[in-house]
Structures are given as structure tokens and as C-alpha cells.
């Protein structure tokens, strides 16, 4: 009979009586265990004098722990919970919490506490065979990827809004690398990204998901797409899109958080924050290891938000939901699953209905502006106008029409909305509004 001493942190139920106690012993037959030479001068003792051979043993056990410690005699060997069962016992956990004032704290320090477990593995997982992941050249004024199960019918919706050819197929899977199509609307030049479909796990990896949603990351706009026959696709689809870092629909709180060297945790408001209280933001910010931080809340936010900003690496993205394969049901029955994924639009890829209503719902979504070029002495081209986003400076504007322009920069002459006069002289950071006429000078 062998005797190991292993040594452990705390005996289930030590609470409250405050006991560390620091090993366990465990009896194993066979000499196998048997590995340093202080093992071996343990095993030469008799078992009571083990314990005050122990430098750092509690001088008395009480009944539950010594109750325990019995218990981790007779048993065999625990195994260890990796993260992952840990991350789902937590999210389990998490989705048994109503958020609301008294329980905020709790689902704060849960959501940190998942968080933290998540970094380790994403930093253990990146260590790991590099896959490679899908080239594609972005093109036209924005980008637009499908996103949905396998055959919710996402290549025959490219193939009925733009030049592409993507194969269609009954079976799953038939897309299996990115294709691109062109959609040209009211003077917008949009690249629509046809991708392999996901499934449940694709975010940790499953399929080839990973890099779909690393494609996502790079887009403008995500069109989901849900079929009539599967609309509880939504559900999983939309926390793939969550575990790999993006927002959908979500607007960037506004709020500040500056790593110090010392002085904890400061915390500034600008608004009245009801989901989160500052406790509350501390404990986060402890379990998360920040320390010393000074915080700065502009925008009411809750734990799951406060969580993402100090994270850092979220990715905020419009999206549409579009329940495609309308033409397989009947009328009531389609109002019933629009609501229930609570659809933007209904459409029948094969049967071309509702196309028209997407590209528009497309072009709105993406809220593009439509920007008059002028030259110098002449008149303003009227006829086709340079499609930027809201929000656009005339730097972006100058990088859009030549990389050499916003070097060359002198000044710009802007009439309309943006300007506060016709012909106002402005500079690279000024923003530019829907329907501007603009002059660009160069050097
Ligand atoms: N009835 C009906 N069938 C459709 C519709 N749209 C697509 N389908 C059919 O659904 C099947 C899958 O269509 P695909 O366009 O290949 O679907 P996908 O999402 O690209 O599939 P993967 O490439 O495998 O991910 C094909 O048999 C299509 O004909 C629709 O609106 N109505
Ligand atoms: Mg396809």
C-alpha cells in the first residue's frame, strides 16, 4: 500500500470555520506514485505522525473537514473540470439570473468571471495549428455578408440580387468557400459575401464557422438569413455572432476606461446608470484584474456592456433579419414565425418575392450619403454622386477618391448642409452630410 500527499486548497465546507487545510491524503496500491524522495520518507512514517510532519497543518481539523478528508481517502481521484465545463456551468448559471437591481452584482461578477475563463482558452487555442482563413478583397462602398444555417438558401438570395452564380443545392454545405457578388443600387456599388453556413459551435471552431465570423468582422452589414422550416436557427446564429466578438444591432456605449498605475478604481458619470451600480463596477473590474482604473460613463450601461468595453474587443455591427422560403407556408403560419424571430422581411429567394424591399432594406441600413463632386470655376457633376458613409469627413472622402489626396490636401469649398455658408473653406476633419457639393484643392 502506497500513501501520496497531495497537496489541495480547501476542503468542501471549510465555510465558516475559516480551517485551510493544505493536503489530502490519498492510498493507492502499486508503487507507481511513488516519485521524490520526500514521498518516500513520508511513507516511511506511521499515519499519525504524518500530520505534524506537516509544517503548515491546522492544529486541529474540525469533524467536517476531518469528515472530508476521509471521504477524498476512500474516493477515487477527482477529475479536473476543464474551462470550457466551467464557462458552461456558468452560462447555465447566467441564464437562470434575471438582471434587475438586486441581482446585478451576482450577474456582473458571473459575466466577468466567464470572461476571464474565455481569454484563457482563446489564448490557449491561439498557440494552437493556425487555420487558414478566408481571403476576400473588399470592393464597392460597403460590404455585406450572409449569414445562416446551411440551405437556409443564402446562394440562390445572392444569385437573385446580384451578377454572382453561386451554386445551389439541395444539401447542406454546398457553398464552401466565399463568393462574391455585386449589388448596384441607386448609384451604390455593394459587395454581397456568399459564405459557407454555421452551425452550433462555429464560434469555438465547429465546421469551418471561425473563419465565416472572422469574414463577419470585416463587413459593414450582416444580412441573416432564417428559413421558414427552421426558424429556432436565429437563436443559435445569433449567439455564434455573440461568442465571436461581434454586436449586433448595438450601438458602442460611450465609455471610457484608462488603465493607471495606482489610486483603484475611479469611477465618473455623466448620466444617472440605474443597471450598474459602482460596487458593482468594482467588483468587475477586480475579477477582470484591473485595478487601477479611472472610468468614464457617458451612456447608461449595464454589467454585460461595462464587460465588453473593458474587454475590448468588440466589434459593433448592423444587421438585418430576413426569414427566407416564404412561398412553403401559408399566410398565418408566416406572420406567426415573423414574429417569433421577429423578422425585418419575408422573402422567397427561389420565387423572387420581397427582392426589391431587401436592397432597400440593404442601401437604408448601411445609411450612406451622397456626396457632388466639384471641380474648381465649373459646375458640380450632378449625375453621379460618391457614396460614403454617415458620419464621413472629407479626409475619408479624399482617401476614397485618390491615396494621394489627403497628402495634397489645401482645403475643400463645401455647399450644403454641412457648410455654414455656400462655398465655406474647410479642412481634412470636417463632416460631410448627405447631398454636399464639394471642391477639393490640392497642392
Ligand atoms: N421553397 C424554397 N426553396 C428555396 C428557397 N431558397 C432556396 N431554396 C432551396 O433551398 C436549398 C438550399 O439553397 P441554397 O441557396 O443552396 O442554400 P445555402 O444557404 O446557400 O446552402 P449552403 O451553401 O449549403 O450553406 C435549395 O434546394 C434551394 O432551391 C425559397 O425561397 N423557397
Ligand atoms: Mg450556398
Not at 69 to 78: E, H, L, M, Q, R
Not at 140 to 148: E, M, R
Request: charged letters at 30%; glycine letters at 6%; proline letters at 4%.
Amino acid at each position: 500500500m502506497i500513501l501520496t500527499v497531495v497537496p489541495f486548497h480547501s476542503l468542501g465546507g471549510n465555510g465558516g470555520t475559516g480551517r485551510i487545510v493544505v493536503a489530502e491524503f490519498v492510498i493507492y496500491t502499486g508503487a507507481d506514485r511513488v516519485k521524490t524522495s520526500k514521498q518516500k520518507n513520508l511513507l516511511s512514517k506511521p499515519l499519525n505522525t504524518l500530520f505534524s510532519s506537516c509544517s503548515i497543518m491546522p492544529k486541529k481539523l474540525s469533524k467536517k473537514a476531518q469528515n472530508a478528508v476521509n471521504n477524498k481517502i476512500t474516493s477515487a481521484p477527482k477529475k479536473k473540470t476543464s474551462n470550457w465545463d466551467r464557462i458552461q456551468e456558468l452560462e447555465k448559471e447566467l441564464s437562470a439570473i434575471k438582471y434587475n437591481k438586486s441581482t446585478q452584482h451576482h450577474y456582473g461578477l458571473v459575466r466577468a468571471k466567464i470572461s476571464e475563463l474565455k481569454k484563457k482558452e482563446e489564448a490557449r487555442s491561439a498557440k494552437g495549428p493556425k487555420t487558414t482563413g478566408y481571403s476576400v478583397k473588399k470592393s464597392g462602398d460597403a460590404t455585406v455578408i450572409l449569414v445562416g444555417f446551411p440551405s437556409s438558401g443564402k446562394s440562390s438570395l445572392l444569385n437573385a440580387i446580384t451578377n454572382a452564380n453561386s451554386p445551389v443545392g439541395a444539401y447542406e454545405f454546398t457553398t464552401l468557400d466565399v463568393i462574391p457578388g455585386l449589388l448596384e443600387y441607386k448609384d451604390a456599388k455593394i459587395q454581397i459575401l456568399d459564405v459557407p453556413g454555421i452551425v452550433q459551435g462555429a464560434a469555438s471552431g465547429r465546421g469551418r464557422g471561425r473563419e465565416v465570423l472572422s469574414v463577419l468582422q470585416n463587413a459593414d452589414l450582416a444580412l441573416i438569413l432564417v428559413d421558414t422550416l427552421r426558424p429556432n436557427a436565429l437563436n443559435v446564429i445569433k449567439k455564434e455572432i455573440q461568442d465571436s466578438h461581434l454586436r449586433l444591432n448595438k450601438i458602442r456605449p460611450d465609455v471610457k476606461v484608462t488603465k493607471k498605475s495606482k489610486n483603484g478604481i475611479r469611477i465618473g458619470k455623466t448620466v444617472h446608470c440605474p443597471k450598474l451600480a459602482d460596487e458593482t463596477i468594482i467588483a468587475i473590474c477586480k475579477q477582470m484584474r484591473v485595478n487601477n482604473a479611472e472610468i468614464l460613463i457617458r451612456t447608461p450601461i449595464d454589467a454585460d456592456d461595462f464587460i465588453d468595453i473593458v474587454e475590448k474587443n468588440k466589434i459593433y455591427i448592423p444587421g438585418i433579419t430576413i426569414l427566407n422560403k416564404m412561398d412553403l407556408v401559408d399566410e398565418n403560419r408566416l406572420s406567426e414565425i415573423a414574429d417569433e424571430v421577429d423578422a425585418d422581411l419575408c422573402i422567397s429567394a427561389q420565387d423572387k418575392i420581397n427582392l426589391e424591399a431587401i436592397k432597400e432594406a440593404i442601401f437604408d441600413k448601411l445609411d450612406f450619403i451622397r456626396i457632388y463632386c466639384k471641380e474648381s470655376g465649373k459646375k458640380a457633376d450632378m449625375g453621379i454622386p460618391l457614396i460614403m458613409k454617415r458620419n464621413s469627413t472629407i479626409h475619408n472622402m479624399c482617401d476614397k477618391l485618390h491615396r494621394d489626396f489627403s497628402k495634397r490636401f489645401r482645403f475643400a469649398r463645401v455647399w450644403g448642409k454641412s457648410a455654414k455658408f455656400p462655398g465655406q473653406r474647410l479642412m481634412l476633419h470636417h463632416t460631410i452630410k448627405d447631398k454636399d457639393v464639394v471642391e477639393i484643392h490640392l497642392r
